[in-house]
């Protein structure tokens, strides 16, 4: 069972403002990218239509909070923890590190199992067991630890 999983990416020219600082909107696809990475280590992908289910995991929530910038080709590990697992639900928090520890910022992610219904909305479904059986949460400690760097 699985509660955590990291990525390590390099800020890229095009994540940059005019100040040569990541834009704060990247954040949020760097998230993704380490939920997509999560997903494919459960041996799943996050378009579960490709595992034969006809569901799917809509945002409703997302945020994230900085405490200091990432900079053009600057390494940042980006760690995924699952927060809480529900029966119909997964909740995220993830961690943006540079490589010498320093946290800089920690974002948040709630995702809802849906199923597409045949006038195309969308209802919240239980996870499919082929995947809930492979998450679990995080340790309390080591969701609850805070900034490393001040």
Do not use: W
């Amino acid at each position: 069972m699985a509660y955590e999983y990291q990525v390590t990416r390099r800020v890229e020219f095009s994540d940059t403002d005019m100040a040569g600082i990541m834009h704060y909107s990247n954040f949020f696809r760097y998230m993704e990218t380490v939920e997509h990475a999560f997903f494919r280590s459960l041996g799943h992908s996050v378009v579960l239509s490709r595992d034969g289910l006809n569901i799917c995991l809509p945002r409703v929530h997302a945020a994230c909070d900085y405490r200091a910038p990432l900079k053009f080709e600057d390494e940042v590990v980006i760690r995924l923890l699952v927060e809480k697992k529900g029966t119909r639900s997964l909740t995220y928090q993830i961690r943006f590190e540079r490589k010498d520890g320093q946290e800089v910022a920690r974002g948040r992610l709630v995702v809802v199992c849906a199923e597409r219904q045949a006038d195309g909305e969308l209802k919240a479904v239980s996870l499919p067991a082929t995947l809930s059986e492979k998450i679990q949460e995080a340790p309390p400690d080591l969701l609850a630890a805070g900034y490393l760097h001040k």
